[in-house]
């Protein structure tokens, strides 16, 4: 399988508390609910075509838990995020979770890399880490990643956790997909493309 990843971000990188100020107010974050504004039907389109290639998702504990209580109560949705999430599979990398309640989860206790690789190395077309910041940074740092996708929201959040650390393993990229909705939200799909080469 292909290991993509799956992140809303602002224009100055930081994912935490997109969806409201209860969301994820860690670290005495104050500005949750930065992409909501630009969360239009074109958007919202937008994403739930991005979500619809995953043939499985991978989350982070954290993630899961936002993403069970409000996406795993919509199995009867049409919305076609909904739809992805409550009918294939999910991982979820954790080592304290051990009753995941969603439907066709399982939990990724140990060496969460060597799972995922072994996951990559079965047929299938692609499996999605949505959000998840450890995870996603866990599985840049073991080269892991074959596609990032970047949906960046027209805001400088100004504080917050962001995508990519301080510092951290540097990784060259290329384009593949680039599209805009009329909000200002943009697309962006990279594939990875080993150590970058320095001028």
């Known amino acids: 399988m292909k290991l993509t990843t799956n992140t809303n971000v602002s224009v100055d990188g930081v994912m935490q508390g997109l969806g409201g100020q209860e969301e994820d107010p860690s670290g005495n974050f104050e500005r949750g609910g930065w992409a909501m504004p630009h969360f239009d039907s074109e958007t919202a389109a937008l994403t739930g075509e991005v979500y619809q290639r995953a043939d499985a998702f991978l989350f982070g504990r954290r993630t899961y838990e936002v993403f069970a209580g409000f996406w795993g109560a919509m199995k009867d949705s049409e919305d076609p995020i909904a739809v992805a999430l409550n009918t294939r599979p999910k991982y979820v990398a954790s080592t304290t979770l051990t009753d995941p309640g969603w439907a066709e989860t399982s939990v990724l206790s140990g060496d969460v890399a060597a799972a995922v690789g072994e996951l990559k190395a079965k047929p299938g077309g692609e499996l999605q880490a949505v959000g998840s910041l450890s995870v996603v940074r ?14 960046s929201a ?3 959040v100004g504080q917050g956790r962001r995508l990519f650390a301080e510092t951290g393993p540097d990784l060259a990229m290329e384009l593949v997909e680039s ?9 962006q799909v990279y594939r990875t493309a080993g150590r970058p080469r320095y001028g």
């Open 138 to 151: 866990l599985l840049l740092e073991n080269d892991l990643v074959d596609e990032i996708t970047l949906l």
């Open 179 to 187: 599209r805009a909705t009329t909000s200002g939200v943009t697309m």
């Open 154 to 156: 027209p805001v400088v």
